[in-house]
């Protein structure tokens, strides 16, 4: 049955389409890291500490982020599943229940976080140092803008999933273009310091939230709560939810171990980890487009479409990979001295900068067929996967690092292989074709 909203057949798709996706995804997804850089950047020329603070609460804040993250992937399947087939409307109503559950969340993690941020980043630094407290006033003001961030994730999630491409894109543009802005002022002339930053980071991500709350009151969707759905949304999100802890528990993990290397390699792990999650979200663009047109392409009964698209995206996420590769290895002598003009952190930088170049090539396929798989929501699998990649990879890995005293390089060797062990999962699981079910709900 046709609807005027229905996605055409995706075997008519092409890299045009593709990329008309994802390069407006790039743009929401590098908005938020760039944002970060910048801020490492300011905060970094503060000094050691202030910028090693930053490492320990911006690693929290990048749970938070991740966790904004989930809720946004587990929309965008279930929206583009029914806009695929033919509902616009069910589509938006997954994002108005998706934002209700949004914005609890994110009011308890700013709650909580005015608990938990003293002894958190006390766990993280190695005990009660000038780091810790420092890194502990910042999250207790940075964590009030998680209402915001998680419902500007629901909101790209449910646009994305009814391939709205442009309304994201200035929302986020906006929220951190005036950060952005505001950062250097709050740090340096009016003379806040660090927690200037994290004011900042707040100002961005209530405005984002705002903005796109206010996206569904011009779609007049109804809005009122409908716990049954809520309650579905949760049961889908779990095994992403999951997957996320699983990835937060090592990002944690590294995080304290590279503080017990020394101020300078939290530092430097600081500067390369932010570096990374940058160059992940650009690659997740790929992703987002996957997850879009191949949940509408499911949802609209094109099995053989989908598959088409997976090996196309699977291309592209490689091709993506090999250009990053290139720019980092080309910017090895350079970048660190942006983010601190320490000498030592510098030189921590450059044993994880190898491992940094090696994995992105790796990584522009694993973060493709991510987006494959949870756009035909065979979230269990991937679930399963990470589950072996993480605990069973990267964790035991990072912590013989700090046991063998292999330093900031050992940390990031463990973080190639959790790459390598998805990367193999990925693809013997996309050949299968199993995750290739047809309907507007799977």
Known sequence: MSHPTA?????????RRIAGLAL?????????????????????????????????????LTLIAWLGTVMAYGTTGRAARRFGAGDRAA?????????????????AVALGMQVVAGPLARTLAGGGTEVADAAAQWMRIAALGAPGLLLAAAGNGWMRGVQETRRPVVYVLAANVLSAMLCPVLVYPVGLGLPGSAIANVVAQSLG?????????VERAALRPDPSVIRRQLAVSRDLLMRGAAFQICFLSATAVAAR?????????????????????????VAIAAQSLVGAALGGGDADGAR??????????????????VLIAVGSGVVPGWFSPDPAVRDQAMLAWPWFVAMQPLAGVVFALD???????????????????TLGGFLPAIWAAYALDLGLGGIWA????????????????????RWAVVGAVR
């Open 7 to 15: 996605l055409p057949a995706t075997s008519r798709a092409t890299l």
């Open 371 to 389: 987006g494959v798989l949870i756009g035909a929501g065979d979230v269990r699998y991937l679930r399963n996967l990470t589950l072996v990649a």
């Open 209 to 217: 939230g705002l903005l796109f709350a206010r996206a569904l009151l």
């Open 308 to 325: 088409w698209l997976a090996r196309r995206i699977a291309l592209l996420g490689v091709a993506c990979g090999l250009v990053f590769a």
């Open 414 to 433: 463990g973080l190639v292989l959790m790459v390598v062990i998805r990367l193999v999962g990925l693809l013997l699981r996309t050949r299968s074709g």
């Open 91 to 107: 589509a938006v109503a997954e994002g108005v229940q998706a934002s209700w559950l949004a914005f609890a969340v994110g009011v």
């Open 261 to 285: 290397f020394g101020a300078a390699s939290v530092a430097a792990h600081q500067i390369a980890v932010q570096l990374f999650f940058f160059t992940a979200l650009a690659l997740d663009a």
């Open 24 to 60: 407006p995804a790039l743009v929401v997804l590098a908005a938020e890291p760039v944002y970060v850089l910048v801020d490492t950047a300011v905060v970094g020329h503060l000094g050691r500490v202030p910028l090693a603070a930053l490492a320990v609460g911006g690693t929290v």
